[in-house]
């Protein structure tokens, strides 16, 4: 029997990425929509999370997809209705009200997805494999892209929560931190524009436990080609994760290219946590940001 889905957040994200891969996902239905703006062609939509959850009884599961600062009180709701929940990521604006969150799945025995789509992207596990084999001396993440270019007219990514670069530095993070060793800051330096709330740039040094240095250099003004690679320097030679995920060279050799399905892929492990009533809520690329 599919899932009945509902999503929430009508926007840029759900109409490149959700939408498709839900109808791409014989395990899901997806039945209504609330977003207070738009609306989804062919099924029922509400302006509100409330007004849906009221109207459309037989639903099993919500898709958060609204900005992070919004999301906390939408998944309560959902949860406290018996909703398993997919959360967009990030998925809050602070660690703790995520793990409150986790912690009411768990007391209504319903499934929480914290999803980090760029973990699902096709040069990822094989990132992993080659590190876990080999020793890193230091490894550089460089994440610099046009914030014009991917984010026009999105005031929240610069208000308090919104987390600025860190919106998509957190991609970053949720490779790092399934790659890498479990490592933590030392040293962090945030630029914020005077007339905003969150950083458009950064720079950040980690240290793992074993002494591997990691440097992170975030960058949303960057025109022209955009960077979204993780080196390392290893014992087995220079590995580089290129395109946020998508390609994996060692030594300059391209060693891993697949064609991208990293939203399919999302909605998948969906499927397969709720069937298997569980809950996966990593929460390292917040903690760690
Ligand atoms: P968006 O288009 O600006 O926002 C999504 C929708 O959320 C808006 O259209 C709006 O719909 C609703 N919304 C905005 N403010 C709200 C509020 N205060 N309360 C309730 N709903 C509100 O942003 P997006 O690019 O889709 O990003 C949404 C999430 O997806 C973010 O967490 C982002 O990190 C993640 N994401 C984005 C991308 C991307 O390429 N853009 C990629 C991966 C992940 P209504 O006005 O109709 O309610």
């Not at 207070?36 to 302006?47: C, E, L």
């Not at 998925?91 to 969150?101: C, F, K, N, S």
């Not at 990822?124 to 890193?136: D, G, H, N, P, S």
């Not at 939203?263 to 397969?272: I, Q």
Request: charged share 25%; hydrophobic share 45%; proline share 6%.
């Amino acid at each position: 029997k599919p899932i009945r889905i509902g999503i929430v957040g009508v926007g840029k994200i759900v109409r490149d990425q959700h939408l498709p891969a839900l109808a791409g996902n014989a395990d899901f239905e997806l039945v209504c929509a609330a977003s207070r703006n738009a609306t989804v062609d062919g099924i029922a939509n509400f302006p509100t999370i409330e007004t849906m959850l009221a109207a459309v009884k037989d639903l099993d599961a919500v898709s958060l997809c609204m900005p992070p600062q919004y999301r906390y009180d939408a998944a309560r709701k959902a949860l406290e209705a018996g909703k398993h929940v997919f959360m967009e990521k990030p998925p809050g604006a602070t660690v703790r009200e995520v793990e409150d969150l986790r912690d009411l799945a768990a007391a209504k025995r319903l499934s929480l997805f914290a999803s980090w789509h760029s973990r699902y992207a096709p040069a990822v596990e094989a990132a992993r494999k080659f590190l876990a084999a080999t020793r890193i001396k230091s490894a550089a993440i460089v994440w610099k892209e046009d914030v014009r270019r991917w984010h026009p007219n999105q005031d929240w990514i610069w208000q308090a929560g919104g987390l600025g670069v860190f919106d998509p530095g957190i991609n970053a993070l949720s490779i790092a931190t399934h790659i890498l060793p479990a490592m933590y800051v030392t040293e962090a330096a945030l630029d914020f524009p005077a007339n905003k709330d969150a950083p458009v740039a950064a720079r950040i040094a980690f240290r793992s436990a074993e002494g591997t240095p990691v440097t992170m250099d975030l960058d949303w003004l960057q025109t022209g080609p955009q960077s979204w690679d993780i080196l390392a320097d290893t014992e087995a030679g220079k590995m580089l994760l290129s395109s946020g995920g998508a390609k994996l060279s060692i030594d300059g050799k391209l060693v891993h290219e697949a064609p991208e399905r990293e939203y399919p892929a999302l909605y998948e492990r969906f499927a397969e946590i709720v069937r298997a009533g569980r809950s996966d809520v990593d929460l390292a690329p917040l903690r760690i940001g």
